[in-house]
């Protein structure tokens, strides 16, 4: 008898410690995690937005996201909406995606010029595609192409061809080699992102 | 089981004659997950090391303590908690190693080395002794992992943490990048490392 009191004593003793300590790590570090998060989400959307922070440290990304970023609503839809340093002129207007990838959800930031017509810039924020193959949708080099871009939607939209094959054509870009259900998944994701930030500046209202 | 090992016999019999991944082809599952880069493998081989040699010493320290029908629940319990704090520590400190590394740093708690040792050496041993124990299982692994990213990291990426090593007209081996490029490298490891260690041992046996 003696022994099992002594066994459940033991047992919650160490895990009342135990507890103590991983809830004082937490706390002591959660400003921190929370940081790192926002400064991750701003990055990403900067990107997205295509605004570039001269340096990548936190404070320049988080007061460049804080000037020149605003959410606001454009026929119904939530848009962030990039301004240049005047604070007036848009640069550009993007939209939130998300979709099925190849392993899992795929989601990011894409956006246009204030009309519509060209991509401004993209951002794959979140996925968990294979490294070093889907995964490239993450690298700049991926990004970078589709700026410039038609985002009018003509037929069917953005085309991915072959990695490595010239892509200038105004809806052409290079898919990913070795990783074609990803590159699938995202020109899916795009060409569908498009289509929501044209309904959303389509419309009269709002323009400016 | 009473003599005690020397600091440079224990971390030698982790690192080499008891190696946990070539030896007891123990750990092989985050040996596979994360070695296709250099730098997720570097920081999960020190969390281990860490988690291992930490863990080890608590054990030792409350052996006696311990009632031996609850040693396993106290076991989970005392590498659960490194690992929650490495993980903490991870995210709030170094955030993208954090995120690639994803679940796999939680994993270390079902790690088969570090439970392996706890219940082999540390809980009937000495605090000092257990913790190099710890350290040397760590270490060992440490350094398996090391080796399989040194052979994938280059094959699979033309980078060795993330400087280009291979030239620019290298073609990434994709297989090497994959889960299944790490077993023929891990294969690979486990049979020149056996072919070097076994003919001695087997005379002294």
């Given at each position: 008898m003696r022994d099992r009191v002594y066994t459940i004593v033991y047992m919650t003793v160490l895990c009342a410690a135990a507890t103590l300590l991983m809830t004082g790590a937490k706390l002591a570090l959660s400003d921190r995690v929370t940081e790192n998060e926002t400064l991750r989400t701003n990055r990403a959307r900067l990107a997205g937005l295509d605004l570039h922070p001269t340096g990548t440290g936190a404070r320049e990304v988080n007061e460049m996201y804080e000037k020149r970023v605003r959410r606001e609503t454009r026929n119904g839809r939530e848009v962030y909406v990039a301004y240049e340093d005047d604070g007036k002129t848009v640069h550009a207007i993007g939209v939130f995606f998300s979709g099925k990838g190849f392993w899992g959800p795929i989601r990011g930031m894409i956006s246009t010029d204030p009309q519509g017509r060209e991509i401004r810039g993209i951002v794959f924020s979140d996925h968990v595609e294979t490294p070093g193959l889907g995964g490239r949708i993450g690298e700049g080099w991926f990004t970078a192409q589709?700026?410039?871009?038609?985002?009018?939607?003509?037929?069917?939209g953005l085309a991915f061809l072959p990695?490595?094959?010239?892509?200038?054509?105004?809806?052409e870009v290079n898919a990913i080699s070795g990783a074609t259900r990803t590159s699938e998944s995202a020109r899916t994701i795009v060409n569908q992102a498009l289509r929501d930030l044209r309904a959303a500046l389509a419309a009269p209202a709002g323009r400016n | 089981m009473a003599q005690l090992p020397s600091t440079r016999q224990a971390l030698a019999t982790g690192l080499?004659?008891?190696?946990?991944?070539?030896?007891?082809?123990?750990?092989i599952c985050s040996a596979l997950a994360v070695t296709n880069l250099m730098r997720n493998t570097l920081v999960m081989a020190a969390g281990v090391i860490y988690a291992a040699s930490m863990s080890s010493l608590t054990m030792s320290l409350l052996r006696d303590a311990t009632p031996r029908r609850i040693r396993i629940m106290v076991e989970i319990l005392i590498i659960a908690f490194y690992v929650v704090i490495l993980h903490l520590f991870l995210k709030a400190f170094l955030p993208e190693v954090s995120r690639d590394l994803g679940p796999y740093v939680g994993l270390i708690i079902t790690n088969c080395i570090l439970q392996g040792r706890l219940e082999a050496f540390a809980i009937n041993n000495k605090p000092w002794p257990s913790f190099l124990d710890g350290l040397g299982s760590g270490a060992g692994y440490a350094a398996a992992l090391i080796a399989i990213a040194l052979v994938r990291e280059p094959l699979g990426f033309g980078t060795l943490l993330g400087y280009p090593?291979?030239?620019?007209g290298w073609t990434r081996w994709t297989l090497m990048v994959m889960p299944a490029g790490a077993f023929f490298v891990l294969a690979l490891l486990v049979w020149g490392c056996r072919y070097l260690s076994e003919p001695p041992q087997e005379g002294k046996r």
């Open positions: 589709f700026r410039g871009k038609s985002a009018a939607g003509e037929g069917a990695e490595g094959a010239p892509a200038n054509g105004p809806q | 080499w004659y008891d190696n946990a991944i070539f030896r007891q082809v123990l750990g090593v291979m030239g620019a």
